[in-house]
């Protein structure tokens, strides 16, 4: 489980995720594991949230090819299917979740999560694979409603993308029993600043 934030504010984009990984119900403490959720894909950062085996799964895909184009909903689109397809043509480990009875879908489940920033934006990726862009924040994993909730509350305040972001993250990690340990932050280089 996690909590992923991205938040654009003033140019600024940045993204953050805690650093906490779960094994079932068990956590481990900080100072034994440290676990890094978000991946640079070329001019991207990814968040991943769900099973932990999607990190490993995602790097070795993304080790096989040039960093590909994210800049735009249709782009995310087509990356996420070329990975659904990959996952399994490549990864025996891989099958397609199973729909309960009350809920009945005609497409694959990913059971997990991903959110995007760049410079085209914030791009969230469902389980369906179905490719969503926000314009000033959103949130991914099991905290992701509470984080939510403190971004909607502070983004009209004089708090900068990144304060944002981290207080975001701190409100998931205080009400989640999922999310914790420290907050990591990538920040996107702004266009002309070194």
């Given amino acids: 489980m996690t909590i992923a934030v991205a938040v654009r504010k003033g140019g600024v984009t940045v993204i953050a995720a805690d650093t906490q990984n779960n094994f079932g119900h068990n956590r481990v ?3 034994n594991h440290r676990t890094q959720k978000i991946l640079s894909v070329g001019d991207t950062y990814v968040a991943t949230s769900g099973w932990g085996v999607y990190a490993n799964i995602l790097d070795d895909f993304l080790h096989r090819r040039r ?7 249709r782009d995310v689109f087509r990356f996420f299917q070329n990975f ?21 879908s005609p497409f694959g489940d990913l059971d997990a999560s991903f959110l995007l920033a760049n410079d085209g934006g914030i791009f969230y990726v469902s389980s369906d694979t179905s490719v969503t862009a926000f314009e000033q924040y959103y949130a991914v994993g099991s905290g992701a409603e509470f984080a939510l909730g403190a ?12 304060a944002l972001a981290r207080r975001a993250c701190a409100a998931a990690m205080a009400f989640n029993l999922f999310c914790g340990g420290e907050i990591d932050v990538c920040r996107l280089p702004q266009p002309g600043v070194p």
């Fill in 29 to 31: 403490p900080i100072g």
């Fill in 67 to 73: 960093a590909p184009r994210l800049d735009s909903e």
């Fill in 84 to 104: 659904w397809k990959a996952l399994h043509e490549r990864y025996s480990l891989v099958n397609d979740q199973c729909q309960g009875e009350e809920e009945s």
């Fill in 151 to 162: 971004l909607h509350a502070l983004y009209d305040s004089d708090l900068d993308a990144e």
